[in-house]
Every structure is written in C-alpha cells, then in structure tokens.
C-alpha cells in the first residue's frame, strides 16, 4: 500500500474553520509540518493555567489540542483526523 500525500497547503487552507471534535467546538488555528498535525483551539472550553518556564502559572490561555492527521507509517488518516466535523457555527 502507498503511503497518503498530503500538502502543508492543503492542510494550511483548513486554518480558521470550526470543527466539532470530541463533543466540543474548536478552531483550526496552526498546522505544524512535523506529523503533520492541526492544532486546535477551543471556543467554548474553559481556560487552562499557563506555566511560565519556571513553572509558575502566570497567565490563563484557550484550551489547545493537537490533532495528527497521518497515522503511524503514513498509509492512513490518523483515526483522530477523521474525527473531526465542520460546522458552521449559528449566526
């Protein structure tokens, strides 16, 4: 079996939709080319506390998930990829 081709455009061109994901609603807002993986930003998930480098929290920041789009060996989408759904939110 051959592996899956995927462009970083292609996967570039998802950043700002809104996907429902494990029951919630997030955002597509960077893809890193290592994976590759989306990573996603929640919209109605509470904040969480960021550690600074010393590892005092100092700040609340959006929740964040990072979702791989190939799975291992790259002959498949990754389970969780094919999880997300779009939708386009009311309003």
Aim: charged fraction near 25%.
């Amino acid at each position: 079996m051959d592996e899956i081709v995927i462009t970083l455009s292609q996967l570039r061109g998802m950043i700002g939709l809104r996907v429902r994901f494990e029951d919630a609603e997030w955002q597509v807002i960077e893809v890193l080319e290592d994976g590759p993986s989306l990573v996603l930003e929640g919209l109605q998930q509470t904040r969480a506390l960021q550690a600074d480098q010393y590892g005092e929290t100092s700040r609340w920041v959006p929740h964040r998930v990072t979702v791989p789009v190939l799975a291992e060996g790259h002959r498949e989408l990754h389970r969780d990829f094919l999880a997300l759904d779009l939708f386009d939110p009311p309003g």
